[in-house]
Nanobody, 114 residues
């Protein structure tokens, strides 16, 4: 069974930065396209960024130019560097394969507020 553990969230002021991490276990991590998703209160979960096994990346329009997804296949970990954060980035952030299909982890809360 795949387990996903997200970390790195917190409270940050607008314009600040955070680096999220997601450690996966129970799977051959390196073969999957991995994604970072987020869910804001009252909204559906949405894909923020994804990365192929070879490192090719794709971003939602809201994340382009501000977020960077990366992965370390040796550590079974995917990262999301978030810069120039905005209040509208406030959400619980999750990782999963893309398309999603594994059980969701607990997520990590990101709150952008002054």
């Amino acid at each position: 069974q795949v387990q996903l553990v997200e970390s790195g969230g917190g409270l940050v002021q607008p314009g600040g930065s955070l680096r999220l991490s997601c450690a996966a276990s129970g799977t051959i991590f390196s073969i999957y396209v991995m994604g970072w998703y987020r869910q804001a209160p009252g909204k559906q979960r949405e894909l923020v960024a994804r990365i192929t096994s070879g490192g090719s990346t794709s971003y939602a329009d809201s994340a382009k130019g501000r977020f960077t997804i990366s992965r370390d296949n040796a550590k079974n970990t995917v990262y999301l560097q978030m810069n120039s954060l905005k209040p509208e980035d406030t959400a619980v952030y999750y990782c999963n394969k893309f398309p999603s299909g594994w059980d969701w982890g607990q997520g990590t809360q990101v709150t952008v507020s002054s």
